[in-house]
C-alpha cells in the first residue's frame, strides 16, 4: 500500500492496488491500525517514524449547514440576475457614449476630407 502525506505528516490518501507518482510512501498493510480502513478520513491517521498512528489533533470537518430552499435559492439567483441586468446597463451606456463620440469623430473627419478636397 502506498500514502500520500502532506507537511505536517497527515496521511491525505492512499492507494491500495495500482500506481500513483503522488502517493510515494510505501506502508506494510500489516502494521497499520486495526481499524484504518473503517475510519479513514483525511488527516485523521499521521505517519510518524515509519508507522501509522491515530492524529490527536484530527479535528472533524464542519457540517455544512442546512441546504437552502427552493425560495432561498430563487431569491439568491433572483438577486444575480438584477445585479448581472444593472452590470449591462452600465456596459450598454458606456457603449453609446463611446458610439456617440465615434460618430462625432467620423463627421469631423469627413467634413476634413471635404474641405480638403474642395
Known sequence: ???KIDSNEQI???VLIGDNPDYDTAVDVDKLPEDFFDNFVPEYYLFVNGNVVTNPNYVQPAIPSEPKTVGEMISDLTQQLAFAQIAQTKTNAQLIQQN???VKQLADLQSEKETNNG
Do not use: F, H
Request: proline share 0%; hydrophobic share 55%; aromatic share 12%.
Open 12 to 14: 491525505i490518501g492512499y
Open 100 to 102: 456617440t463620440v465615434l
Open 1 to 3: 500500500m502506498k500514502i
